[in-house]
């Protein structure tokens, strides 16, 4: 039946672009949440405030630190386990810190994964002068906004002396200045994911982070021991950009999905079709 078979032919075709279509539509598609340092070092001391990459580098696990409850624990000691959101703040800021601060709750809200079962987060304080009853208050607030009461083992809050906190600093890429006529710090904003092993493995910068980009950062520095099917499929559409700070899209790897989910939905489609054909022949006074 001639005109039948065109009919299914029309519809397989249809698929088929629809398909390709939606594929093509996300590789256009720029990378949700990006953002740079640009704009929040204007007016603050030029050459000495920013982010230099480490990517790949190992952090001095060795320094000692004091953390929220007044333990002294060697920085290692947060670490060995799963993949670490390392930021640097200073708890009496009250202008740049907390909106960063805020910044990290949201993205880890909708993420899924739980602080302290499959990452965790370490704030250092970058003022020598700052101590555990800060950390301490600073850790309650984060911790009620994050929602999750369970999730507080995995916030570590820091204070350290000076020597310390300049040799995290300076092995993490993060620049800062103190400024005494101010009695504040200029430094920027941002966050790194570092491996459980130390290692730093992302930068993303601002305030404002995407979900997707952390939650993908989060699964390749645990080394693809969480995460889903679908986020792995995710990592073969988009790539980290050193640059930005964010994950884009590989326009090729998108292209070979769509071919791919194309030739599936084809096949499938022609495979029912088939069938239908086969029980309508089947059936008595089929046709021939």
């Not at 929220?68 to 993949?83: A, D």
């Not at 810190?97 to 739980?114: E, K, N, Q, Y």
């Not at 601002?206 to 099917?229: K, Q």
Request: charged share 20%; glycine share 12%.
């Amino acid at each position: 039946m001639p005109g039948a078979w065109m009919r299914r032919r029309r519809w397989a075709l249809a698929v088929g672009l629809v398909l390709f279509v939606a594929c093509a539509g996300l590789a256009l598609a720029g990378p949700a949440g990006a953002h740079t340092q640009k704009g929040f070092f204007e007016g603050q001391v030029e050459g000495k405030v920013g982010f230099d990459q480490r990517l790949g580098q190992p952090l001095p696990l060795d320094l000692v630190f004091t953390d929220e409850s007044g333990r002294t624990l060697p920085l290692g000691s947060f670490f060995g386990q799963r993949p670490v959101i390392l930021t640097f703040v200073y708890y009496n800021c009250t202008m740049l810190c907390p909106l960063l601060l805020d910044g990290v709750t949201r993205v880890l809200r909708p993420i899924g994964f739980a602080a302290g079962e499959a990452y965790d987060v370490v704030v250092v304080s970058i003022n020598p002068r700052e101590g555990a009853a800060q950390a301490a208050a600073k850790k309650l607030d984060m911790v009620e906004h994050y929602g999750r009461p369970a999730g507080a083992a995995g916030f570590h809050f820091l204070t350290g002396k000076e020597e310390a906190i300049q040799a995290l600093a300076s092995a993490a890429g993060f620049r800062y200045s103190y400024d005494p006529r101010s009695e504040q710090f200029a430094h920027p904003a941002g966050i790194l994911i570092v491996t459980p092993q130390g290692k730093i493995a992302r930068y993303y910068y601002g305030i404002d982070f995407s979900p997707r980009d952390v939650r993908l950062g989060l699964i390749e520095a645990a080394g693809n021991t969480i995460g889903s099917p679908i986020d792995q499929v995710l990592l073969l559409c988009y790539h980290y950009d050193p640059l930005t700070g964010t994950y884009g899209v590989v326009v090729m790897n998108v292209v070979r999905l769509a071919g791919f989910a194309t030739v599936l939905a084809l096949a499938g489609y022609l495979l029912v079709m088939f069938r239908r054909d086969r029980r309508a022949h089947e059936l008595p006074g089929g046709a021939d």
